[in-house]
């Protein structure tokens, strides 16, 4: 029995396309589909920059445990160049301070999927997500778009085996746990726009951060006793050079990663509203998120007008929420982007950032296009601005809120 139309009937899945990490859970998977469908398995493993991954290791346990073809796309530039980029442009920020790495990188794994799974003739497309989080949707929405002849199947939500049970299945037919068996392990999932872990003591939530849950971020308390400056340019609202280095965006996001991670910064402890009712705790660990997000919003405020810094992040916030609730394929997320590129046509300049043991704060700022004139603003007396004005000003500005004062018995 299934519940909804993209699932996929057993009686039909003769040829599986495999979202595969190379994890617990995938490897197990690897097996099963194999042994419950009659099937075969072709595995796909999708690079988005995690960081310190062996595909080639990936790869050969794929084949080991029996997929007919193992593939690995490296979508980095197309995740850096479609998915970060607008973000970037967005400041897409979910909750309070989420940046959304995860949701990101899901439609462009569930669009490689499509294109692999047609590509190789599969049916079916299996992926490891439970059933209690946002992956399945995003990756699940995403496929059901893309691709209505492909269905769709999903182990670990059907299944029941809980990961003793998926350890004992593993030693019966030789699959190799990483790390061993003994410790649990956090859940874990990363790109190179940022790494969360879930599970464990971060279920509790008096439970403080325990030092071995940061993997690459360095703990504040350890990071240099110097701080350090580093200047992000934009142009037209994406980062283009670090310390006037130019620098290709994925690159780019990748050298900020490691400033930032040395320096402690982007730590973030967060409580989230997932998209299927759940409330959890997320560690995050976004060190170029916190220099480029950071420096992003400071020059986007500098050459907006008040009228446009007031909406722009009501947008923001509209659009970190479609993506984050798997709907990046939705047109209100298109119509929203051109709204975001328009604004970012002028955001070009320069922001500096102070980084000290986790903090990253702005400390210099510039651009041709600033809504800023020194000789405006300056205390000095005299300049272009007129001082005489500003009673009539305040004359009219205020006339509505004093009319209702007296009319209501106040004054
Ligand atoms: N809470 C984040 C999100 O919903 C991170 C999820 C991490 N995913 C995972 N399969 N471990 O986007």
Request: charged share 25%; aromatic share 8%.
């Amino acid at each position: 029995m299934t519940t909804a139309s993209y699932e996929a009937d057993p009686a039909n899945v003769h040829r599986v396309l495999l979202l595969y990490s190379g994890g617990l859970d995938t490897s197990v998977m690897l097996k099963w589909i194999q042994e419950q469908y009659q099937a075969d398995v072709v595995a796909l493993t999708v690079d988005l920059g995690q960081p310190g991954e062996d595909y080639v290791v990936v790869r050969a346990k794929a084949i080991e445990l029996g997929a007919v073809d193992a593939l690995v796309v490296d979508a980095r530039e197309e995740f850096a160049r479609e998915f970060v980029a607008r973000a970037i442009k967005a400041n897409a920020i979910y909750g309070l301070g989420y940046p959304l790495f995860t949701a990101l990188g899901r439609p462009l794994i569930a669009r490689k999927a499509v294109e692999a799974a047609r590509e190789a003739n599969c049916d079916t497309v299996a992926h490891g997500c439970t059933g209690k989080g946002n992956d399945q949707v995003r990756i699940e929405a995403t496929i059901a778009t893309l691709a209505p002849e492909l269905k769709v199947i999903a182990p670990v939500r059907s299944w029941q085996m809980g990961r003793e049970e998926e350890i004992a299945y593993a030693r019966v037919r030789g699959i190799k746990v990483r790390g061993g068996s003994e410790i649990v392990p956090y859940s874990i999932d990363d790109n190179l726009w940022g790494r969360s872990s879930e599970g464990r003591w971060i279920e509790e939530l008096d439970h403080a951060p325990e030092d071995d849950v940061f993997q690459l971020v360095t703990r504040p308390e350890e990071a240099p006793d110097e701080a350090e400056t580093v200047t992000v340019s934009f142009e037209g609202g994406l980062p283009v050079a670090l310390n006037d280095d130019p620098l290709g965006l994925v690159e780019l996001l990748e050298r900020a990663g490691e400033i930032g991670a040395r320096h402690g910064v982007g730590i973030v402890d967060h409580i989230e509203d997932r998209v299927v009712g759940l409330k959890v705790r997320d560690i995050y660990e976004v060190p170029a998120a916190a220099i480029v997000l950071t420096a992003h919003a400071e020059l986007e405020r500098l050459v907006g007008t008040i009228h446009q810094n007031q909406l722009k992040p009501m947008l923001d916030q509209r659009w970190a929420y479609l993506v984050y609730a798997g709907l990046w394929l939705e047109p209100l997320r298109t119509d929203l982007d051109a709204y975001m590129d328009a604004v970012n046509e002028q955001v070009t300049g320069k922001i500096g950032l102070k980084l000290y043991k986790g903090s990253a704060r702005v400390v210099t700022r510039s651009s041709p296009n600033a809504v800023y004139d020194p000789q405006l603003a300056t205390f000095e007396s005299g300049g272009l601005f007129s001082q005489a004005a500003s009673p009539g000003f305040i004359e009219l500005w205020s006339l509505q809120s004093r009319m209702a004062w007296r009319m209501r018995d106040r004054g």
